[in-house]
């Protein structure tokens, strides 16, 4: 059966990509299999999205798919939610706000946007297992973007730098969110901040601490934005600054079970 859906898979047939994907996020697809079958050049440009939950990563993730469509870049979306403790899958909650975000007409029947909702197991880290398999699968499939959306949950985010070309924190104004993640090891992992929800009240403020806090580490380097997904500000400047991030010899390492 694996090999038949690996070669409809090169045929480029959708179903058989969603199967696979399926088969890679149980583990269910031996390493040597994937080395085999996946050996085209790395092409696909891997973002990971990472926050404390209720910062509103879906919903800019979600305003960013217009921008990277209208430029016919395909985007596939990895989000990681929090595991049901009923079906143990995941609860979806992200991949309805990122399509109730954004503004094309039905993201869903757009063959350029692929999005997979993943389980991440409670108390083991902000991102579900097996990712990387999955990257490989989106890059030997075509997608130009992979978007990784971790679950938010504090020093477990920082996996997601072996896997990814950008990463992009959100913080939000007035919950000294500035402070843990630099505690977490966040900010020395991180490409560009956004000080999401822009246009509230302390947004100045809490943009002056974290380049306060970034001239403060050697060598690091991030960008910082004020972006609002309600107004629409500042969404257009993260998507260029995340079109300008590169990151040569970037190795998807496999992120183990738990991390």
Do not use: Y
């Not at 990509?17 to 085999?36: H, K, M, Y």
């Not at 939950?53 to 395909?74: A, C, M």
């Not at 409670?122 to 499939?141: Q, S, T, W, Y």
């Not at 896997?163 to 104004?173: E, I, M, T």
């Amino acid at each position: 059966m694996l090999e038949a859906l690996l070669d409809q898979f090169r045929r480029g047939d959708r179903q058989a990509f969603s199967r696979l994907l399926t088969l890679a996020s149980n583990g269910e697809i031996p390493q040597q299999v994937l080395d085999q079958a996946l050996s085209s050049p790395k092409r696909s440009k891997v973002v990971a999205v990472t926050g404390s939950g209720g910062v509103g990563k879906s919903t800019l993730i979600g305003k960013l798919i217009p921008l990277i469509r209208k430029e016919n870049q395909t985007v596939g979306i990895l989000a990681c939610d929090p595991r049901s403790p009923l079906t143990g899958g995941a609860l979806l909650g992200d991949r309805f706000r990122m399509v109730s975000s954004t503004s094309l007409s039905n993201p869903t029947e757009d063959d350029g946007v692929f999005i997979r909702s993943l389980a991440a197991a409670p108390g083991h880290g902000a991102v579900a297992a097996n990712l990387a398999p999955m990257i490989r699968l989106f890059d030997a499939f075509g997608f130009d973007l992979v978007i990784i959306e971790t679950v938010g949950a504090g020093q477990g985010d920082t996996a997601v730098r072996d896997l990814a070309d950008v990463v992009v924190l959100l913080l939000q104004p007035e919950t000294g969110d500035e402070l843990q993640w630099e505690k977490a090891g966040l900010l020395e992992v991180t490409d560009i901040v956004v000080i999401h929800k822009g246009d509230l009240p302390g947004a100045e403020e809490t943009e002056t601490q974290v380049r306060d806090v970034l001239a403060l580490s050697e060598g690091k380097s991030a960008k910082v934005l004020r972006v609002s997904s309600k107004s629409g500000h500042g969404v257009e400047a993260l998507w260029q600054a995340i079109k300008s991030v590169q990151r040569a010899g970037t190795v998807m390492t496999p992120v183990p079970n738990g991390v």
